[in-house]
């Protein structure tokens, strides 16, 4: 179904970003990996996709840099010919209340969550045009369409992207190029395994115990949304069956935003 495509995954050596550069190499997608890893992850993650039998390549490149970013999609264009399909899943969190949210960390979340999906999206898109075929999917968040204290820097970035979602689906409707938000609640990545492991000992709870509140406060199906569910729909997105879903903040979250 994607033989012939190539997609750049931002931040994808783990977590969400990895399950979708899985789940559109299994369809045949050549992959470019970013982010800020060890060689040996690197090395293993490339191997994995490499043994689904398509192209892998990674490319560093610190998203809070615009330069970079020129660099990335460049060496990308030139080393693998095109990129179809772009993924921004990068991004920095910093919680804290707006008066203890330190200006560094608002500036650089605004440039790895926001300035880089902006960046990445006006460097990669003439040449989709040109196409006339592109899939752009920006991982938001149920933080994407709802507040919540003590997050500034997430909820603002987030509702951004939505914003920027939008108004590339319109810029780009004639195109044959579609670009959504996901907007997942709590799905269970290294990185929410390690905040509820810490809130637990935080609160001195067992990490089951802690698990149960933090899931019955977000989720009202009390599980966590698997990443591999995400990447399925990733994967739909880039079919030619989604090509008019477009400009949508599109949830999964197991039914928290239905009670907004
Ligand atoms: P993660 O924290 O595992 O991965 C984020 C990646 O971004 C990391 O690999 C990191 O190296 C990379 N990154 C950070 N700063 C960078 C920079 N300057 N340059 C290049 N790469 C950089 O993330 P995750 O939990 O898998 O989430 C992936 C996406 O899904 C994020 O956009 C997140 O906001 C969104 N999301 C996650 C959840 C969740 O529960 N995990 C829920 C809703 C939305």
Same mark, same amino acid.
């Given at each position: 179904?994607?033989?012939?495509?190539?997609?750049?995954?931002?931040? @994808?050596?783990?977590?969400?970003? +990895?399950?979708?550069?899985?789940?559109?190499?299994?369809?045949?997608?050549? %992959?470019?990996?970013?982010?800020?890893?060890?060689?040996?992850? %690197?090395?293993?993650?490339?191997?994995?996709?490499?043994?689904?039998?398509?192209?892998?390549?990674?490319?560093?490149?610190?998203? @809070?840099? =615009?330069?970079?970013?020129?660099?990335?999609?460049?060496?990308?264009?030139?080393?693998?010919?095109?990129?179809?399909?772009?993924?921004?899943?990068?991004?920095?969190? +910093? &919680?804290?209340?707006?008066?203890?949210? =330190?200006?560094?960390?608002?500036?650089?979340?605004?440039?790895?969550?926001?300035?880089? =999906?902006?960046?990445?999206?006006?460097? %990669?898109? =003439? #040449?989709?045009?040109?196409?006339?075929?592109?899939?752009?999917?920006?991982?938001?968040?149920?933080?994407?369409?709802?507040?919540?204290?003590?997050?500034?820097?997430?909820?603002?970035?987030?509702?951004?992207?939505?914003?920027?979602?939008?108004?590339?689906?319109?810029?780009?409707?004639?195109?044959?190029?579609?670009?959504?938000?996901?907007?997942?609640?709590?799905?269970?990545?290294?990185?929410?395994?390690?905040?509820?492991?810490?809130?637990?000992?935080?609160?001195?709870? #067992?990490?089951?115990?802690?698990?149960?509140? +933090?899931?019955?406060?977000?989720?009202?199906?009390?599980? +966590?949304?698997?990443? #591999?569910?995400?990447?399925?729909?990733?994967?739909?997105?880039?079919?030619?069956?989604?090509? &008019?879903?477009?400009?949508?903040?599109?949830?999964?979250?197991?039914?928290?935003?239905?009670?907004?």
């Amino acid at each position: 179904m994607l033989q012939g495509k190539v997609a750049l995954v931002t931040g @994808s050596l783990s977590g969400i970003g +990895f399950e979708i550069s899985m789940a559109l190499a299994k369809k045949g997608c050549a %992959i470019v990996l970013n982010g800020l890893g060890d060689p040996a992850l %690197i090395e293993s993650q490339l191997l994995k996709l490499k043994d689904l039998g398509v192209n892998a390549i990674f490319i560093k490149a610190d998203l @809070s840099v =615009p330069h970079e970013i020129e660099v990335l999609v460049s060496q990308a264009m030139s080393t693998m010919g095109s990129i179809d399909i772009l993924v921004n899943n990068a991004v920095s969190r +910093f &919680d804290a209340v707006i008066e203890n949210l =330190p200006p560094e960390k608002w500036a650089y979340a605004m440039a790895v969550n926001l300035s880089a =999906p902006y960046h990445l999206s006006r460097l %990669i898109l =003439p #040449s989709m045009k040109a196409k006339n075929w592109g899939r752009i999917i920006n991982l938001a968040s149920i933080y994407g369409v709802e507040g919540v204290a003590g997050r500034t820097d997430y909820v603002v970035t987030k509702h951004g992207l939505v914003g920027m979602t939008k108004v590339i689906a319109l810029e780009c409707a004639e195109y044959n190029i579609t670009c959504n938000a996901l907007c997942p609640g709590a799905v269970e990545t290294p990185f929410i395994k390690e905040l509820v492991t810490h809130r637990a000992q935080e609160a001195s709870l #067992s990490v089951e115990a802690y698990t149960k509140e +933090f899931l019955k406060a977000r989720q009202p199906s009390k599980r +966590f949304v698997q990443p #591999s569910s995400v990447a399925a729909l990733a994967l739909f997105l880039c079919s030619e069956e989604a090509r &008019d879903m477009t400009g949508t903040p599109i949830a999964m979250d197991g039914g928290w935003q239905a009670r907004a």
